[in-house]
């Protein structure tokens, strides 16, 4: 086997298993790999040896293992936009009670890499270092609407994963909500990622591209739509608050 393709394969089973909350087995990591089970098996001892990835006693299904939480972290503290947004995370979930999220696009999906959620708000799971697809939050419409052609280009050719009832899945549609979203400066997203859950987003700036998405996120019974124009304008200043630092970090000037 060659390098490049062992490299390959341990790429797409960290990525398998990052997707999947519940784990998987041995020959489900075979099919995805489309290798015999003793090929997966071997690749998923070597993980499991250096705590890349772990195994359950009971069940025998692979998860992500702890190494993976502390190279993470490592890797979300040397992105100058989380250390540089933190200070308007903080100010925005103090604002409006609810919890705030910072994300960046990593091809067509979002990453979050920062989360601030209200004293007063008990949280079940955070959302740092989950992945979403872009089509399908208003984080990745935002980092859609501001960021390169080529992202767009590539969703639009693309079959869109359906998440909800409300997930936007026509490309066509999906197109004239971008434009839209950069006509406005923001994004509002209504059950379309999870069930009840609503999100809005606006962009972190530099040069008048999207380095990041600033979202503000609750239950709908929450956050009305009436609501959502207020709540926006908060966002969108917390966004450009947090593209100044940036600005002002790299000697550039946002637009």
């Known amino acids: 086997m060659r390098v490049t393709e062992a490299a390959d394969r341990v790429v797409t089973v960290l990525d398998l298993l990052g ?7 041995v020959r489900a990591i075979a099919r995805r790999l489309d290798v015999h089970p003793s090929t997966a098996s071997r690749l998923l001892g070597t993980l499991s040896a250096a705590g890349l990835i772990e195994r359950e006693e009971s069940g025998g299904r692979y998860r992500l293992g702890a190494r993976i939480v502390g190279l993470a972290a490592a890797a979300v503290d040397r992105l100058p936009v989380v250390s540089q947004a933190r200070p308007e995370l903080e100010r925005l979930s103090a604002v409006t009670a609810e919890t705030v999220n910072l994300a960046i696009r990593d091809g067509l999906h979002v990453v979050y890499v920062d989360q601030v959620t209200p004293a007063q708000t ?19 419409k935002v980092l859609l609407a501001f960021g390169d052609e080529t992202a767009r280009d590539a969703v639009a050719g693309r079959v869109l994963e359906r998440l909800t009832d409300r997930t936007v899945t026509d490309p066509g549609r999906l197109t004239a909500v971008v434009r839209q979203v950069r006509r406005q400066g923001y994004a509002a997203s209504t059950g379309e990622l999870e069930e009840g859950l609503v999100t809005i987003a606006a962009p972190v700036l530099v040069d008048g591209v999207a380095v990041a998405a600033i979202s503000v996120s609750g239950p709908a019974y929450r956050l009305p739509a009436r609501d959502v124009p207020h709540l926006a304008r908060q966002v969108m200043d917390a966004a450009a608050a947090a593209s100044h630092r940036m600005a002002g970090r790299s000697g550039t000037r946002s637009r």
């Open 19 to 25: 997707a999947e909350h519940d784990g998987l087995g």
């Open 122 to 140: 008990v949280v079940m799971a955070s959302w740092v270092g989950r992945r979403s697809p872009v089509h399908a939050s208003s984080s990745g």
